[in-house]
């Protein structure tokens, strides 16, 4: 019974890098090569501040994207909170996109994020195209260099893998 569960789970691991790898060459070639902490963006949990990414440089990030009312990025925000509650060798950031300040700020107090969030800045857009789909996922790192992304739902059982394999030793796992 384990083996067919370990089995299952390696499937459901390749399909999601499999789908991962077909959605990478959707997005622009400049997403592909950019340095994602050299953006500049506006804070969402403090007015009137904006942070220079650079900040995070020196630890894997992940960023998620969301939008307002999306349903699937509350979901995904919980999957994340649990995740940066229990390991501390890479870092989360929300991105609030295709929404003014006051409707992300009202989605971000449903969502509750354990870690920062800002709202998306014209030149981080141009770079990395127009965020249609959220959530959208992008894993930068230490240097900042853009990894891999992943779009949509995922699940824990999909995301921790995948961050073994992106994020050395995510989770302090080898």
Same mark, same amino acid.
């Given at each position: ?75 995904? #925000? =919980?999957?994340?909170? @649990? ?7 890479? %870092?989360?950031?929300?991105? +609030?996109?295709? &929404? ?49 992304? #992943? =779009?949509?739902?995922? @699940? ?7 961050? %073994?394999?992106?994020?050395? +030793?995510?989770? &302090?796992?080898?």
């Amino acid at each position: 019974m384990q083996v067919f569960s370990m089995h299952s789970r390696v499937r459901q691991f390749r399909r999601a890098v499999l789908a991962g790898l077909c959605l990478l060459l959707a997005l622009p070639l400049t997403a592909a090569a950019a340095d994602l902490m050299q953006y500049e963006l506006r804070s969402l949990d403090r007015a009137g501040s904006e942070d220079a990414l650079d900040i995070y440089r020196g630890t894997p990030t992940l960023m998620i994207f969301f939008e307002p009312e999306c349903a699937w990025c509350l979901r995904q #925000m =919980r999957v994340l909170n @649990k995740l940066v509650d229990e390991c501390e060798n890479f %870092q989360a950031l929300a991105i +609030g996109a295709n &929404g003014t300040r006051s409707d992300l700020l009202s989605t971000l107090n449903r969502m509750r994020p354990d870690f920062p969030s800002y709202q998306i800045s014209r030149q981080l857009e141009a770079d990395i195209g127009k965020v249609e789909t959220t959530p959208l996922m992008l894993i930068a790192d230490d240097h900042g260099e853009f990894v891999t992304h #992943m =779009r949509g739902y995922q @699940k824990e059982e999909i995301l921790v893998p995948a961050l %073994q394999e992106f994020i050395p +030793g995510y989770c &302090g796992q080898p």
